[in-house]
């Protein structure tokens, strides 16, 4: 079988004699046919084919296989962003006066999403201690939960999920695990092989890891029955599109069928094709900057856990950090460069500590090449209150580092210099 670093560069687009050997940009929306059948019956799905790049670009269509042969799923859907992505993965599930169940440490912006808009449409959701046991789980269950959804590494708290519990409470109730695999990648962790359903990405952050192209994606295991009696807009005829039922016509391919014809055709959240580009070109180097992020961000963190200036360390490499002997059974390749790491002086102290920084970088971004900071009750998870910052797992004073792959000593000397100037 192939290894996945080596899916990361032959997967996608490959060249035929004489034609390109860099996959092209399709720089175009539309196409062209030789008869009105031919047109027919691409838009009845009866043959392969682009009619329209808000629904499928080839550009794009060659960066989708590469990632879901990466996660091993049966297909993927690239789409504008992350929160697109998520926003699509329970919209193709969940109608108005349904509910689903999610994990409580997750994206600020995910949360937000979840806890706000999607109620606006109708959907209501129930956050979950990701640590509670299974009977106290399923206890958020309902005869209208239609998904249940967690993070591999929590954003920012860096809590690393017990994937195969979530799986088993799931299955429990028929109803599907989402998985937001974005920290990990498929390079350290592929949640399908623990039980995943669909899984989740913003593109955005280590598989594009140049900060240059925000996009995000689904992909379908394949593996779930979507012929239950739960999901009527996957197993009953669509009457938006001609009447096709996505489980007899699709087979394992039916829920990303359905979010590609169905809900991307609606809501528009497509990529563009140089857009796909530049994502392959970030996912041909994902294993090699993977091996560096974690080598350098386990040697920051043990550093860090040594300062007397630092309250504590979050990162799961770390022996004796809570999530370790998780981490080893989910991670075991290494535990990414993000770490959670809290400094003296509360929020103030965060603050000194922050603005102290010189060559790690101040952004609203994580998971790239630089090495940059973040103190999340300021920015990304401004808009929750302390109860549910609590709750996700972040404290006022919680910087998050995301570890680049510069050298490691130099580092670790601006973090020296920045948390002594902190602690004065």
């Known amino acids: 079988m192939t290894k996945i670093d080596t899916k990361c560069v032959t997967e996608g687009y490959k060249a035929k004699s004489g034609e390109p050997f860099a996959m092209p940009i399709y720089q175009s929306t ?25 629904l499928a670009n080839p550009t794009v269509g060659f960066v989708e296989e590469k990632i879901a042969a990466m996660e091993g799923g049966v297909g993927a859907m690239i ?6 992505a998520s926003l699509i993965a329970l919209l193709n599930i969940a109608d108005a006066g349904d509910h689903f169940v999610s994990s409580s440490t997750i994206y600020g912006g995910t949360f937000n999403l979840f806890n706000v808009t999607l109620r606006k449409l109708g959907i209501d ?13 399923s206890k958020a269950f309902k005869k209208n ?25 799931a299955k429990k109730h028929d109803v599907p695990l989402l998985i937001d695999n974005t920290f990990a990648t498929p390079i350290l962790c592929r949640p399908i092989e623990h039980g995943a359903d669909i899984v989740l990405h913003s593109t955005t952050k280590y598989m594009d890891g140049h900060a240059v192209q925000v996009g995000g994606v689904i992909v379908d295991s394949g593996n779930f029955n979507w012929d239950n009696g739960k999901y009527p807009g996957l197993s009953t005829p669509d009457d938006s599109y001609h009447g096709v039922t996505y489980t007899k016509n699709f087979g394992k391919a039916a829920y990303i069928t359905k979010a590609r014809t169905q809900l991307m055709r609606d809501l528009g959240a497509c990529p563009t094709a140089e857009g796909a580009f530049l994502i392959d070109l970030g996912l041909q180097t994902l294993a090699l ?21 630092v309250v504590e360390v979050g990162y799961p490499g770390l022996r004796g950090d809570k999530y370790y002997d998780m981490a080893q059974k989910y991670l075991p390749d290494g535990s990414s460069g993000v770490i959670m790491v809290r400094v003296k002086g509360g929020r103030q102290g965060a603050v000194r500590f922050m603005d102290s920084l010189e060559m790690i970088a101040l952004v609203v971004h994580v998971a790239m090449n630089r090495t940059c900071a973040l103190h999340p009750a300021s920015a990304t998870h401004r808009q929750m209150t302390d109860e549910q910052l609590i709750a996700a797992g972040i404290t006022p004073d919680l910087i998050r580092l995301s570890v680049g792959i510069e050298n490691a000593e ?3 000397a601006d973090l020296k210099q920045a948390l002594d100037q902190a602690v004065q």
């Open 289 to 309: 900057r993977m091996e560096r992020h974690c080598a350098n961000a386990q040697k920051v963190a043990e550093f860090l856990a040594a300062q007397d200036s």
């Open 79 to 84: 789409t504008s962003s992350g929160q697109a």
């Open 410 to 412: 130099d580092i670790i």
């Open 125 to 137: 959701v129930t956050f979950v201690d990701p640590e509670a046991n299974e009977e106290e789980i």
């Open 145 to 169: 939960t239609k998904g249940l959804f967690g993070e591999t590494i929590a954003n920012p708290a860096i809590k690393v999920l017990d994937i195969e519990k979530f799986a088993r409470i």
């Open 30 to 54: 539309t196409y062209e046919y030789d008869s009105t059948e031919h047109i027919g019956d691409l838009f009845d799905l009866k043959k392969p084919g682009y009619f329209y790049t808000r």
